[in-house]
């Protein structure tokens, strides 16, 4: 029985602090991951308050078939995805550079770093989200092909394929801003 498990029971068994465990172990992560596909600082939290909310609820009918986190991330980009889907669009926060001062005396590598932070995020962002997914599950979160295809649904090759035309279309958005940026 691996630690995941080991929570479910005891949460399932009534002790609140399998499931505060839970919370402790993936809410950063689970963070990360909502806010690499969303790109709104206070919805990304609110988005893990309501997964950990729907986990809560239906934590009984969680089939052993397939790992925690595997479920967990599936909850998360089916959330993220409603959530886009009511917006129909994405707006990032591309005000961080522009809300530092002037004066705030940051040494300029530091500045630079942010910048091309931002310019990765805001790349990130303009992904048809089944190729940000794919780019966000394997390259930010470091998922496997198969945990990747339990979470998106789809066939391994299919995963591979998302994958590879995100990460093409990234190449070709990072490009397209750096060559506005200079």
Same mark, same amino acid.
């Given at each position: 029985?691996?630690?995941? !498990?080991?929570?479910?029971?005891?949460?399932? /068994?009534?002790?609140?602090?399998?499931?505060?465990?839970?919370?402790? *172990?993936?809410? !950063?992560?689970?963070?990360?991951?909502?806010?690499?596909? +969303?790109?709104? !600082? @206070?919805? %990304?939290?609110?988005?893990?308050? $309501?997964?950990?909310?729907?986990?809560?609820?239906?934590? *009984?009918?969680? @089939?052993? =078939?397939?790992?925690?986190?595997?479920?967990?991330?599936?909850?998360?980009?089916?959330?993220?995805?409603?959530?886009?889907?009511?917006? @129909?669009?994405?707006?990032?926060?591309?005000?961080?550079?522009? =809300? +530092? &001062?002037?004066? =705030?005396?940051? &040494?300029?590598?530091?500045?630079?770093?942010?910048?091309?932070?931002?310019?990765?995020?805001?790349?990130?962002?303009?992904? &048809?989200?089944?190729?940000?997914?794919?780019?966000?599950? *394997?390259?930010?979160?470091?998922?496997?092909?198969? $945990?990747?295809?339990? +979470?998106?649904?789809? %066939?391994?090759?299919?995963?591979? %394929?998302?994958?590879?035309?995100?990460?093409?279309?990234?190449?070709?958005?990072?490009?397209?801003?750096? /060559?506005?940026? +200079?």
């Amino acid at each position: 029985m691996d630690e995941d !498990d080991l929570y479910i029971e005891q949460f399932l /068994g009534g002790q609140e602090k399998g499931f505060e465990a839970l919370v402790r *172990k993936y809410q !950063d992560r689970l963070l990360n991951t909502v806010y690499s596909l +969303i790109g709104r !600082d @206070r919805e %990304s939290e609110d988005m893990v308050q $309501e997964v950990f909310l729907k986990v809560y609820h239906n934590l *009984k009918t969680f @089939r052993r =078939s397939c790992l925690f986190s595997t479920w967990l991330y599936r909850i998360a980009v089916n959330t993220a995805y409603d959530f886009l889907r009511r917006r @129909r669009h994405f707006v990032g926060d591309p005000g961080i550079l522009e =809300s +530092i &001062p002037a004066s =705030s005396g940051m &040494p300029q590598e530091v500045l630079v770093a942010r910048e091309r932070e931002l310019m990765v995020r805001k790349a990130i962002a303009g992904l &048809p989200f089944k190729y940000r997914t794919a780019v966000v599950l *394997k390259d930010i979160e470091g998922l496997s092909y198969l $945990e990747m295809s339990r +979470i998106m649904r789809c %066939s391994i090759g299919t995963v591979e %394929s998302r994958l590879y035309r995100g990460r093409q279309c990234l190449k070709e958005k990072l490009l397209e801003l750096m /060559g506005d940026a +200079i």
